[in-house]
């Protein structure tokens, strides 16, 4: 199983730090850091990476819908962690090889315009009042399923 992550348009340096310390953990082959999402440089990435930033691939790329389909014809499934009503539950959802994860911006989600652009669109039935998470929690629940679920 190959895992990508692509981290678009998040505004939070320290999400993009713990993105990173996820990546590292549990083998996401690389990180994608697209939009206006800090830079795996920026000082507030690194003091929560906590060292992660030096050990995971990661590449700054501002045109996210290049990486989407740079990614595709590489073979990769683009899917989509985002609440939608044609959104698949993470417990139903069963990867392909070769994953590539989107995750969209803390306050909005993935754009309209980029979920057209992904092959599958999977959520995660929430418990509590609040209607999502936070997008670095949710990606390592998402993460951690999707490389041990086959």
């Known amino acids: ?10 505004r939070s340096a320290q999400n ?5 310390r996820t990546c590292d953990s549990l083998g996401v082959e690389k990180l994608w850091v697209t939009g206006y999402s800090p830079a795996p440089s920026h000082p507030r990435v690194a003091k929560t990476a906590l060292g992660a930033e ?13 990486v989407i389909k740079g990614l595709r014809v590489l073979g990769f499934r683009i ?10 539950e993470l417990a139903a959802y069963r990867p392909t090889d070769k994953t590539a994860l ?4 803390e306050v ?17 039935r929430q418990r509590g009042r609040k209607e999502s998470m936070n ?12 490389l041990n679920v086959s």
């Open 1 to 10: 199983m190959i895992l990508h992550l692509i981290a678009h348009d998040i």
């Open 16 to 20: 993009i730090g713990s993105l990173l």
């Open 54 to 66: 030096d050990s995971v691939v990661c590449e700054q790329v501002t045109d996210v819908v290049g």
């Open 79 to 88: 899917v989509g962690l985002e609440l939608d009503e044609r959104a698949t």
């Open 102 to 105: 989107l995750l969209g911006n």
């Open 108 to 124: 909005d989600g993935i754009p309209p315009s980029l979920r057209e652009l992904c092959d599958d669109l999977v959520f995660m």
């Open 135 to 146: 997008v670095a929690v949710a990606a390592g629940i998402a993460c951690y399923w999707i």
